[in-house]
């Protein structure tokens, strides 16, 4: 069987080539156990277009993917933690390139953050959120922080977080603390965050095969 749509790309380790994306595993629609990987790749894509999320009716994005250009690399493992793979080198000049420090969950706090994420075209954006509740977990889970998005331009193209947004990095204080996972189907301007720190301890094992 096979299976394909958007995520977001969280992060990538240009010493290991180890990527992470979406924060949460696909799942059989049917059973909603994870899929086992037997292969897969991580395409460049573009957002045509936006379904708006409303209360009881989750948003998505829609989008293509650039199928004329080459894989950017080989997915290997679909966990609870996102999907994880390895990177082509040949193709890293075309990611995000600015380096940033880790936030380790110790540190997250409530308050202001903002993630990165791509809702229109190619374009990677910064949009702004709360971190409304931490949940100071001692096992990997991706229900990590309660987040609300306050930036009017996101609120106005999307309605909140929707489908094609989980994996969008959350930032603050400079550090890369976690990714967007979840929408509250009740309430799209909030949503859940998975801690980076179950994102790495996932991409460790990967870089380790």
């Known amino acids: ?77 679909n966990s609870d933690c996102g999907i994880f793979g390895l990177l082509s080198s040949a193709h890293m000049d075309k990611l995000y390139s600015n380096a940033m420090p880790i936030g380790m969950r110790s540190q997250v706090k409530e308050g202001p953050a903002y993630i990165l994420s791509n809702v229109q075209g190619e374009k990677i954006e910064k949009f702004s959120i709360e971190i409304q509740k931490v949940i100071y977990q001692n096992e ?22 929707v489908q094609g947004m989980s994996g969008s990095p959350i930032i603050q204080d400079g550090r890369i603390i976690g990714a967007v996972t979840h929408v509250f189907v009740n309430d799209p301007t909030r949503g859940y965050g998975i801690f980076i720190e179950w994102m790495l301890k996932k991409a460790l094992q990967v870089s380790n095969y």
């Open 1 to 77: 069987d096979s299976t394909a749509g958007i995520g977001t790309l969280t992060f990538y380790s240009p010493d290991t080539n180890v990527f992470g994306a979406l924060g949460h595993g696909i799942t059989d629609v049917d059973t909603g156990q994870l899929l086992t990987v037997a292969e897969g790749d991580i395409l460049k894509s573009s957002i045509v277009s936006v379904k708006k999320g409303e209360k009881g009716k989750p948003g998505e994005l829609k989008g293509i993917f650039m199928q004329d250009e080459p894989s950017l690399g080989k997915i290997t493992e």
């Open 140 to 161: 990997e889970n991706g229900k990590g922080m309660i987040i609300k998005v306050t930036d009017p331009d996101l609120l106005e193209k999307t309605g909140g977080i």
